[in-house]
């Protein structure tokens, strides 16, 4: 069975940083597309970034310059290290793997971190304060 499992999560002051992992299982990692998304109750569900297979990464304009997507391909984990953090960071974020045929993870907002294509983890949550 896929499985997703995030960790990391958890409290920082504004300015702090904090490392979330992702280590998964069930499928093939290393030709998959890994991703990042986070939600806030009551907003939709947002893409923060996302790494392809040969590497290449992409960011939501709100965390260009202080947040960096990698992944390790013998560990089978995914990482969001996320620097100089604002309160607007806090929020439930999840892991999310795709398979290379369905193509690249987009913007677009989702109602809720879910859907039928990508295989998602439960979320962990991070809470910047001031």
């Known amino acids: 069975a896929v499985q997703l499992v995030e960790s990391g999560g958890g409290s920082a002051q504004a300015g702090g940083s904090l490392r979330l992992s992702c280590t998964a299982s069930g499928f093939t990692f290393a030709d998959s597309d890994m991703a990042w998304y986070r939600q806030v109750p009551g907003n939709e569900c947002e893409l923060v970034s996302r790494?392809?297979?040969?590497?290449?990464?992409v960011y939501a304009d709100s965390v260009k310059g202080r947040f960096t997507i990698s992944r390790d391909k013998i560990l089978n984990t995914a990482y969001l290290q996320m620097d100089n953090l604002k309160e607007e960071d806090t929020a439930e974020y999840y892991c999310v793997a795709r398979s290379t045929k369905f193509g690249a993870f987009g913007f677009s907002r989702l109602r809720f971190c879910e859907d039928e294509i990508n295989y998602w983890g439960k979320g962990t949550q991070v809470t910047v304060s001031s």
């Open positions: 790494i392809s297979d040969d590497g290449s990464q």
